[in-house]
């Protein structure tokens, strides 16, 4: 069954260090997403990749966070520096069309900021 | 200022009983009202969706009603199990895909 991957599943950083997450959408999906999940909050959508453009990075802390899908399939989403409120579950889904309701979820990188 | 919102924040319900859980919005473009589950340490995954046109939709135990004029949505969970045990969003898209998720709802059955 194909499934979005992301790693690393966990990470613990110091602040003001860089960190970086993956995520492998499922092959043939045109449409990826990054959410970031506060503990004990919905899912709040930070960026949106129609191939390798974003279409959507309006909630997007630009100042230290940049995204990336340079060649329309995998993505990597960087903090730089990671402060403390950065501490959360960083979510990865995939679609298959740009406008398609269905996104299918990774698994996360819980991220811990010391 | 969030599009979604959701109540209760928690509930626990009895195995064999039913589990409510309501959302409303505001924004009447959305047009698309998806249910997510989340068990810990995982991604939300979807549980059962729906259209504005159609008032209820029903997959096994799951049973979505969707009042459009009042602009909210529930849940149902009937004959809820101890596998039922997660954590519910409720979400809605406009057309271009964007997911506004609800806070979210912890549910507990009891055994």
């Known amino acids: 069954e194909a499934e979005v991957a992301q790693s690393p599943r966990y990470k613990i950083t110091e602040k003001s260090q860089a960190v970086a997450f993956w995520c492998d959408p499922i092959?043939?999906?045109?449409?990826l997403y990054w959410y970031r999940q506060i503990l004990g909050q919905g899912p709040e959508l930070l960026v949106q990749?129609?191939?390798?453009?974003?279409?959507?990075d309006s909630q997007l802390p630009k100042d230290r966070f940049s995204a990336e899908r340079l060649k329309g399939v995998d993505s990597t989403l960087k903090i730089q520096p990671a402060e403390l409120g950065d501490s959360a579950m960083y979510l990865c889904?995939?679609?298959?069309?740009?406008?398609?309701?269905?996104?299918?979820f990774g698994p996360g990188t819980r991220l811990t900021v010391l | 200022q969030q599009q979604v919102k959701q109540s209760p924040q928690s509930l626990i319900v009895q195995k064999g009983g039913i589990s409510i859980i309501n959302c409303a919005y505001e924004?009447?473009?959305?047009?698309?009202f998806p249910w997510y589950q989340q068990f810990p340490g995982k991604g939300p995954a979807l549980l059962i969706a729906?259209?504005?046109?159609?008032s209820e939709k029903k997959e096994g135990r799951f049973t979505i009603s969707f009042n459009k004029s009042a602009k909210q949505f529930s849940l149902h969970i009937m004959d809820s199990q101890p596998g039922d045990s997660a954590t519910y969003f409720c979400a809605a898209t406009d057309s271009w895909g964007k997911l506004q998720f609800g806070a979210g709802t912890q549910v507990v059955v009891t055994p």
């Open positions: 924004n009447t473009a959305f047009d698309y």
């Open positions: 092959s043939g999906h045109a449409t």
């Open positions: 729906i259209r504005p046109d159609v």
């Open positions: 889904a995939s679609s298959s069309l740009a406008g398609s309701n269905e996104q299918f």
């Open positions: 990749f129609q191939d390798e453009s974003v279409v959507d």
